[in-house]
């Protein structure tokens, strides 16, 4: 199969947004990709609660998520919409949620993000995402006619214990899009992503936000770019850099199988007691 992923720089302004989206789904479509995937907040990067009170709406309402559904079904492709920032159904917070589009436009699949980043960075950057965001529950797995997937989203990458319940449960592919921070993205994107595939024998493919985003309210993001493939065994096949654009690249997916017979640790799991405090 082919994957075509997208490297965006999004803006806190959804109706801006979502033209270059599309142009950039329509150019990978155009290169063959049998699978596109797009960056986590695809509609809205936002620094400020207030701007997203303005401009987000419900998943019924979106206008990201209703064009994009008809982008795929026109072009006939699978689409994984990284991450839409969504106002709520349960209570005021929004949600950070992943869809999997098909061929016919349908939502075949989706995934609220489980682990909220609530941080404040050594240069005084802070990031309080359960503040404003209603953590999912419940992981994902999405099987398709190319491939079963595992759904994540960003800061998941550092709770390996999700992605090994859905390597266990079938997932070849571990989609993870994210917008992560530049300080953190040059320490350990790379290597988290590429353990993620190590440990689970399985595909990392990791659309991500980049550069500086332009707010009309709020502090302007930082994102650190650099969309990631990774094989199975550890190989990174494709590095986006740090500018906007897609590439597309083939994935064998018999790599799986044949990474995890040789280092079959997915079935090697010992009950044991934990430590004592």
Request: glycine share 6%.
């Amino acid at each position: 199969m082919r994957a075509g992923l997208i490297q965006l720089n999004s803006s806190d302004t959804p109706a801006a947004n979502l033209p270059v989206t599309e142009a950039l789904i329509r150019k990978a479509a155009s290169e063959d990709a049998d699978l596109v995937l797009t960056p986590e907040v695809t509609n809205c990067v936002s620094t400020s609660r207030a701007r997203q009170a303005d401009v987000l709406q419900t998943q019924a309402q979106d206008i990201t998520l209703k064009r994009l559904r008809v982008v795929a079904s026109e072009l006939r492709i699978w689409l994984l919409i990284g991450s839409l920032a969504l106002k709520g159904e349960a209570d005021k917070r929004f949600v950070n949620r992943s869809f999997l589009i098909g061929p016919n436009g349908a939502i075949r699949a989706r995934y609220d993000k489980i682990h909220m980043f609530d941080v404040t960075l050594e240069d005084g950057e802070a990031y309080h995402e359960s503040a404003g965001y209603r953590p999912g529950e419940t992981a994902c797995l999405a099987k398709t006619p190319l491939a079963t997937l595992g759904l994540t989203i960003c800061y998941d990458l550092r709770f390996p214990a999700l992605y090994r319940q859905l390597a266990k449960a079938g997932a070849q592919i571990l989609t993870i899009p994210s917008a992560f921070t530049v300080p953190t993205g040059q320490a350990h994107w790379e290597v988290l992503l590429r353990a993620r595939a190590i440990e689970c024998g399985a595909f990392v493919l990791a659309p991500a936000q980049c550069g500086t985003h332009d707010a009309l309210t709020g502090k302007p993001r930082k994102t650190y770019g650099h969309s990631l493939v990774v094989a199975p065994w550890g190989e990174v096949l494709l590095d986006m850099g740090d500018g906007p654009g897609v590439a597309c690249v083939d994935l064998d997916l018999d790599q799986v199988a044949t990474s995890r017979a040789r280092v079959p640790a997915l079935s090697h799991d010992r009950d044991h007691t934990p430590p004592s405090a």
